[in-house]
C-alpha cells in the first residue's frame, strides 16, 4: 500500500487573551522573524496544551511534534479526551487552518465533515449546496448529476432539497453534508464526530457506509469519536492523542485499551481537605464514591455489587435529584437512573447521601464506568461529571465455557422446551 497522508513534527500554537506579545519592538522582532522564514521566537516559550494546569505563557500548544504515516484505505480512529488536539489536527489535515511548523503530505482530493453545515452556502438550496460541495472537490458536473438521486435519497431530505439550507435542522444539515462528502468519491474521508446530531438509525447508516467506501473502494477515512465501540466496528487502526502530543499508534482494538488503561480511575473516591476544592461547582461538591462487592473483596457476575454516593447540595429550597449513569467499555449505556432527593422544593444545604445496589447475576464482566448528573427538577443540570468511577466486573466460567460471554447481561433466564414428533 502506498502512504496517501505523511505529517512531519506538525506543531499547532495559539495566542491565549489579546494578539500580540504586549509591546511593539516584540512585534516588529516577531515579523522580521517571519519575513526571513525564521520560527517565531515567542512561541519558544509556549506551554503543552494540559488545560487542568495553569500555566505561565500566553501561548498554547494545542498540537506539538505529531508525525504519523496513512496508507491508502486506512480506516483510522482518533481518540483522546477533549481537548487532546483531535479537531484541530483534522483542520490541518483538512487545510482549513496552517500548521504552526512542520510539514504534511497528502496525495489526493479530501472531503471533510467537522462541524454542522462546515461547506454549505446558508442561502442556496440543498441542490445547489450538493453541486457547489462537488465543484470544490473538483469534481465534473456529469460527475455530481451521476450522484445525485443516490445523495439525496441517503441524507432522506428529498422533499426539502430546494429549500434553502439555512431552514434545515440540524440533523437534515449533517444528513445532507455526511451523504455529499461519502458519495463524490474523495480519496480521503475525514469525519469529526458530528454524526452525535443525527439519530441512531442514521448514525448506523453512516457507520455503515463509511466501512463500506473503506472496505470495498479503497477509500481512506479519519474518524474522530469518543464512541469506542463505533471505533472498534469501523476502523483497522488507532491514534491516540493527549495534551497535544500522539501518545500511541497501533491497531484499533491496541488504541482504545490504551485508551481505556490511561484513563482509569480508582474505585473509590473519598475527598479530604477543603470542601471547596472538592469535585465539582457552586451547586453541587463531590465527597465520597464507592462501588463494593455485595460478598467479598471482588466484584464479579455472582456477586453483585452496590454504589454510595456522598455529596455536599448549596441549592436549597429546590426538586433536587442525583442520576447515576453506567457505561461499559464500549460508551453502551447500561441503565441511566436515579433518585428524587426532595420532590417539594424542600432541599436543604448539606450533605446528602445515596446508595443502589445491583443483584448478583444482572450484568456481564467487562470495564464499566459511572457518570454522575445532578438536577433540578430532573429538567436542569446542577452539575455533571464524566467517567468518575471505573471498576472492573470479573467473568466466571459457565460449564466448559471460560471465555467472557458477549452482551451487557448475564443473567440466568429459565427456558420451557417441548418435543412434539412428527407423524
Known sequence: MSVIIKT????????????????LSRDIERTFARLRGKEDPFLKIGESNDRSKKGTSDVAWSLRDINFEIQAGDAVGIIGKNGAG???????????????????????????????????HPELSGKENIYLNGAILGMRKSEIKSKFDEIVDFAGVERYIDTPVKRYSSGMYVRLAFAVAAHLEPEILIVDEVLAVGDAEFQKKCLGKMKDVSNNDGRTILFVSHNMAAVKQLCTKGIVLKNGGLVFQGTQDEAVNFYQNENDTDTSFLHKGDLNEAPGNENIRILRFEVRSLSG????????????????????????DATFELRNADEVAVFHNGEILSSNKDSKQGIYTVKGTIPPNLINAGSFHFNLIFGENQRFALFTKDNFLQFEIANEALGIHTHRIPGVLRMPIEYITSFRQNK
Open 297 to 320: 473483596e471482588e466484584i464479579s457476575i455472582s456477586t453483585g455489587f452496590e454504589y454510595e454516593l456522598e455529596f455536599y447540595n448549596y441549592k436549597e429550597g429546590i426538586n433536587l
Open 86 to 120: 483531535k479537531s484541530t489536527l483534522l483542520k490541518i489535515l483538512s487545510r482549513i487552518t496552517s500548521p504552526t511548523t512542520g510539514r504534511i503530505d497528502i496525495m489526493g482530493r479530501v472531503a471533510s465533515l467537522l462541524e454542522v453545515g462546515t461547506g454549505f
Open 8 to 23: 512531519e513534527n506538525i506543531s499547532k500554537a495559539y495566542q491565549l487573551g489579546q494578539i500580540g506579545t504586549g509591546t
